[in-house]
C-alpha cells in the first residue's frame, strides 16, 4: 500500500537536511542504538524541547522554562508544567537533543497536518509552532489505551522532532483502516486518526498473553507512528 501523496515514504530521512525557506537553519540526526538531533539555529530563531533533553548546546544558545499554552492543562497531562525554550544569538549556534534513552528520532513537517504525541514521544518542535493539550476522544481510550487521558498536540507551520524507543514502525491509513496496538507501543499520529481501546477478548489471553486487558485501535485516514520497545519510566527532572 502506497502511503497518501501529502506524506513522504518515511518520515527519518538523510542525516543533515536543510528545514526550508519557512524554518531557517538546518538539522542532523546521528546514531543508531540513541539517536539524537542536532540543530543549527539562525540568530534569534527559537524552539521548544522537552525539558531535560538537551544533550549539549553551543556558546551562543540559551534556554530557559516556559509554559506553553493552559499550564492546570499541561500538569494534567503528565509532561510537566513547563518545556525548555531555547534561542539561538548567532547564525549557526547549535543544540543536541535526547531522549536519554534507546531509540530513533523521527521529523514530522507540520505542513502534513498537526501530529498528536503520546507520553516522552516529544522530543523538540521549531518554527511558529502551537502546543496544546488534546483530551483522548473515548474516555476507555484515555483510561487503557496506554497514552494517558492528555495528549500533547502540535500544529502550526514548521517541525517537530519526535522520540520513539526501539524502532520506529510507520503505517499509513485508508479511510476506516484499522490497526490495533499493544498498550504502550503507540507513539504519535496524525490529527485525522481515530484513537480507541479494544479488550483482547478470552481469559487466557488475558492471563497469559502480557498484552493486559486492552490493546489500542487507530483508525484511518492518516499516519499511525508505532515504536518497537515500551517506553521506559525515567527519574523525573528527565525526559521520557
Not at 30 to 35: E, K, N, S, T, Y
Not at 44 to 52: D, I, L, R, V
Not at 131 to 155: C, E, N, P, Y
Amino acid at each position: 500500500m502506497q502511503p497518501p501523496s501529502s506524506l513522504p515514504a518515511r518520515l527519518s530521512g538523510p542525516d543533515v537536511v536543510n528545514m526550508s525557506e519557512r524554518v531557517p537553519g538546518s538539522y542532523e540526526l546521528r546514531g543508531q542504538i540513541a539517536q539524537t538531533v542536532t540543530i543549527a539555529l539562525e540568530a534569534g530563531q527559537t524552539m521548544w524541547a522537552s525539558k531535560g533533553a538537551i544533550l549539549s548546546h553551543d556558546a551562543g544558545v540559551q534556554w530557559q522554562l516556559k509554559i506553553p499554552g493552559a499550564a492546570v492543562s499541561r500538569m494534567l497531562s503528565g509532561e510537566g508544567l513547563a518545556l525548555t525554550h531555547i534561542t539561538g544569538q548567532r547564525p549557526g549556534a547549535s543544540v543536541t537533543l535526547s531522549a536519554n534513552q534507546t531509540g530513533k528520532v523521527a521529523v514530522w513537517d507540520l505542513a502534513w497536518g498537526p501530529v498528536t504525541c503520546t507520553s516522552g514521544s516529544f522530543l523538540g518542535a521549531i518554527g511558529d509552532v502551537k502546543i496544546d493539550v488534546t483530551v483522548a476522544r473515548r474516555f476507555g481510550a484515555a483510561l487503557f489505551g496506554g497514552a494517558g487521558f492528555l495528549l500533547q498536540k502540535i500544529s502550526g507551520q514548521g517541525l517537530v522532532f519526535i522520540h520513539g524507543s526501539g524502532d520506529f514502525v510507520e503505517r499509513d491509513l485508508e479511510p476506516s483502516e484499522e490497526v490495533t496496538v499493544s498498550t504502550g507501543n503507540l507513539a504519535a499520529f496524525g490529527s485525522g486518526v481515530g484513537y480507541d481501546i479494544v479488550g483482547v477478548g478470552g481469559c487466557l489471553k488475558v492471563l497469559f498473553g502480557r498484552e493486559g486487558l486492552f490493546m489500542t485501535r487507530m483508525t484511518g485516514p492518516g499516519r499511525v507512528l508505532m515504536q518497537s520497545m515500551k517506553r521506559q519510566r525515567l527519574p523525573p527532572g528527565r525526559h521520557g
